[in-house]
C-alpha cells in the first residue's frame, strides 16, 4: 500500500506568480485535504475535496483553488501569490466510505517560498 | 483566534521518564481530539484520539486525557524512547467525519538519553 506523495518537494516562485501543487492520494482513500503549514504554526485547513467536490473550505481566499481527479490525485492552485503564501503545503487523504472511521494520513508537504 | 493551543513549545525529558504534553482548547463544539507526531521532512503521523464522550484512551505507551470542563488535554508517553522525539500537535474536530483539522502550534519533545 502506497502513502500520500507529493510533488514537487520545494519550489521557489516570486510574488504576482501562479503556483500548482500535486498530491497523489493512498491508494483506496476517496478524500483529500489540503493544509498550509507556516513556520512556527500548526497546520491550518484550506480545503476539502470529495468525488471530485469541494466539500469544505477554511479561511482562505479564492485565489487558492482545487481539483480532485477520478484517480483521486488532486491539485493545489494559488494565483497571485504573496510572500505570506511561503510555507508547507499539506495534503492528507481519507477513505470516506471506510466501514470504520480512520483518520487522514499526510503527505511529506511541499515546501512553497515566494520571493 | 488560535482555537487549539499547545502553549509550550519545547520540552526537554529523560530516557525512560513520563513525557507530558499539554493543550487547551476554546470551542465547546469541537467533539474529537487527535494527536500526531511530526519528524522533520515528513508529514504529520496520526498517533492517538479520544472522543468527547470519554475521558481517557490509551494506546501502547501513549494515553490522552480529556476533561472537558477545563477544555483541556494531555499526552503522557511512558516510558519516553529517544524515537519519540518530534513536534507534537493537537487537532481537534467537530462532528465526527468532519474533514477539518484545527491544529494547535506544536510542542518540540526532546528525549535525553
Known amino acids: 500500500e502506497t502513502g500520500v506523495t507529493q510533488s514537487p518537494t520545494h519550489l521557489i516562485k516570486t510574488r504576482g506568480q501562479q503556483v500548482t501543487l500535486r498530491c497523489s492520494s493512498q491508494?483506496?482513500?476517496?478524500?483529500v485535504s489540503w493544509y498550509q503549514q507556516a513556520l512556527g504554526q500548526g497546520p491550518q485547513f484550506i480545503f476539502q475535496y470529495y468525488r471530485e467536490e469541494e466539500n469544505g473550505r477554511g479561511n482562505f481566499p479564492p485565489r487558492f483553488s482545487g481539483l480532485q481527479f477520478p484517480n483521486y490525485s488532486s491539485e493545489l492552485n494559488v494565483n497571485a501569490l504573496e510572500l505570506d503564501d511561503s510555507a508547507l503545503y499539506l495534503c492528507?487523504?481519507?477513505?470516506?466510505?471506510?466501514?470504520?472511521?480512520?483518520?487522514?494520513?499526510f503527505g511529506p508537504g511541499t515546501r512553497l517560498t515566494v520571493l | 483566534d488560535q482555537q487549539v493551543k499547545q502553549n509550550s513549545p519545547s520540552l526537554s525529558v529523560q530516557e525512560g521518564r513520563i513525557s507530558i504534553l499539554n493543550c487547551d482548547y476554546t470551542n465547546s463544539m469541537f467533539d474529537y481530539f487527535l494527536w500526531y507526531k511530526k519528524y522533520p521532512a515528513e508529514g504529520p503521523t496520526f498517533l492517538i484520539s479520544?472522543?468527547?464522550?470519554?475521558d481517557k484512551n490509551e494506546d501502547g505507551r501513549f494515553t490522552v486525557f480529556l476533561n472537558k470542563s477545563a477544555k483541556h488535554l494531555s499526552l503522557h508517553i511512558v516510558p519516553s524512547q529517544p524515537g519519540d522525539s518530534a513536534v507534537y500537535f493537537c487537532?481537534?474536530?467537530?462532528?465526527?467525519?468532519?474533514?477539518?483539522?484545527?491544529f494547535g502550534t506544536g510542542t518540540r519533545l526532546t528525549i535525553i538519553p
Open positions: 492528507a487523504s481519507r477513505d470516506q466510505g471506510a466501514s470504520s472511521y480512520n483518520e487522514q494520513f
Open positions: 479520544i472522543s468527547s464522550i470519554k
Open positions: 487537532a481537534a474536530r467537530r462532528d465526527f467525519g468532519n474533514e477539518k483539522l484545527t
Open positions: 491508494s483506496g482513500h476517496n478524500t
